[in-house]
């Protein structure tokens, strides 16, 4: 089974000092590039999405700011393929499933940002056009949420969309990913 990891929106915003900082990035981030060097050794493909948004004065991920580029700590080679996105499903209007099908993959293994947004839209979309999905539960990261004046903790928001997303992927920890641990 050929593989290619995804690395959902890793971009400035999501970090400190960003328009819309994420609980803990950093973490999801440290565990995304061990799966990076994993990838980049075994000579697997390394897709990178990058959402922008084409509207002036955008709440996060303007166009042509530096928050909307992708995070310096990436690995991001010359040749990468970086896919850009206007809408929370990283298939959606773009090249990402004919790239996917050019290249021969058959299994997606999911990282990136948000959880509750970008990662489960793509994560559903992927399970539903066959690339049978691997989803890395901690190389991703999300932020408290507000639902009628009732703040819901990352942390919760997190465990819920992850318990949801079992339905739809192999939900593991880059740990058990790299051991080869199925569950």
Do not use: W
């Amino acid at each position: 089974m050929k593989q290619a990891l995804l690395i959902i929106d890793i971009q400035n915003d999501y970090f400190e000092g960003g328009k819309n900082e994420l609980y803990e990035p950093e973490k999801a981030l440290l565990k995304v590039n061990q799966l990076e060097e994993k990838f980049l050794s075994e000579q697997k493909n390394i897709i990178y999405i990058q959402h922008i948004k084409d509207q002036i004065n955008a709440d996060f991920f303007e166009v042509g700011t530096i928050g909307s580029e992708l995070h310096p700590n990436l690995k991001v080679q010359e040749d990468s393929i970086i896919i850009e996105k206007h809408f929370p499903n990283s298939f959606l209007n773009t090249s990402l499933e004919e790239t996917l099908k050019k290249l021969s993959i058959d299994q997606l293994v999911i990282c990136g940002m948000m959880t509750q947004m970008c990662v489960d839209s793509t994560t559903r979309a992927a399970k539903e056009l066959g690339f049978q999905p691997i989803l890395i539960a901690d190389g991703t990261a999300t932020k408290d949420l507000i639902f009628e004046d009732e703040k819901v903790l990352a942390e919760n928001v997190q465990l819920s969309f992850l318990s949801a997303l079992q339905n739809f992927a192999q939900v593991i920890s880059t740990n058990k990913f790299l051991k080869g641990i199925k569950r």
